[in-house]
């Protein structure tokens, strides 16, 4: 941008995205047409939305859930950048982040329809192959296919990539100051105009509060939270977590109260949280750090809460 850091004016455009809302924080020449960057944003997200939602029985990753073993499926573009990464953090993790979970999230009552018991006991009792065994990825060609029966579900790794195409949608308008999130994946393209980075906080894992426990600078970053008490459902007196373990089929019993990662990508750093959350503190860090990754894991409700 030619105008002087100090002619730039803050701005904040939002709209509604995967069944909560998007934001971006930008700094703009006095007098700039928000109309095209509100428009840009939202066609941005609502295309990783079509393609990616299983709440949408016409999305083409539902499509594609529904294709038949063994056919070469066509796919677009986007939703192909994202399976490849899938796979290869799932392989990376040894599991422990997995896409091929959609049956289960539906039965526990995670997806459009309440939970089922004949359905979490169909969840429970399947022996599940990972899924960077299951699909095979023609990248030059746009398709895919799978070699066994599963169900897929983004749920792990598409908001933090709406994040990333919030930030490519900023840089086309010729944008270097901006932070754009969804729920708590978040990304900042450079720092604010003044040099500093953009402040952003890490809430305590309460459930029914917010409160904040710690605050980042970020600058050309991106960050991703995954926790238990903010997307659960209650069956009786439990709160279940959305982050499934794909060892049991059930929601993760035992986890940590949330895990916040640092990475170049949000959709990266979406994906690992899932992956720390299941494998923990300690051997979530080391996978992290195999991918260029970092992670602020709290472990302990109680004790995160007196911190």
Request: charged share 20%; net charge neutral.
């Amino acid at each position: 941008m030619s105008k002087m850091s100090t002619d730039l004016t803050r701005q904040v455009l939002s709209g509604p995205t995967m069944g909560t809302r998007w934001s971006v924080v930008l700094f703009a020449p006095p007098g700039t047409d928000l109309v095209p960057l509100q428009a840009g944003f939202q066609a941005t997200v609502d295309e990783v939305d079509r393609q990616m939602s299983t709440w949408t029985p016409d999305s083409d990753l539902m499509r594609f859930n529904r294709a038949p073993v063994g056919v070469w499926h066509p796919l677009p573009p986007a939703l192909m950048e994202v399976l490849e990464t899938a796979l290869e953090i799932g392989r990376a993790s040894q599991g422990a982040f997995e896409i091929g979970m959609g049956d289960a999230v539906r039965a526990w009552g995670f997806g459009p329809v309440p939970a089922d018991e004949a359905a979490i006991r169909a969840a429970r009792a399947k022996l599940r192959r990972p899924s960077f065994e299951v699909l095979e990825l023609a990248l030059g060609r746009n398709c895919a296919r799978k070699t066994a029966e599963i169900t897929l579900d983004m749920c792990g790794i598409a908001k933090g990539y709406g994040v990333d195409r919030l930030i490519r949608e900023a840089k086309a308008h010729g944008l270097s100051h901006a932070l754009a999130a969804i729920d708590g994946e978040l990304a900042a393209l450079g720092a604010q105009p003044d040099g500093r980075g953009w402040t952003v906080a890490l809430e305590k894992p309460e459930i029914g509060t917010r409160a904040i426990h710690s605050m980042f600078e970020i600058k050309d970053m991106a960050l991703a939270t995954s926790g238990d008490y903010r997307h659960f459902v209650t069956l009786g007196d439990r709160h279940l977590a959305h982050t499934m373990d794909p060892a049991t089929g059930a929601p993760l019993l035992k986890s940590p109260a949330s895990v916040t990662v640092l990475a170049q990508s949000c959709m990266r750093a979406d994906a690992i949280a899932s992956a720390v959350m299941v494998l923990g503190a300690t051997r979530g860090k080391a996978l992290a750090a195999r991918l260029g990754a970092e992670v602020v894991a709290l472990e302990d409700r109680a004790a995160a809460s007196r911190a």
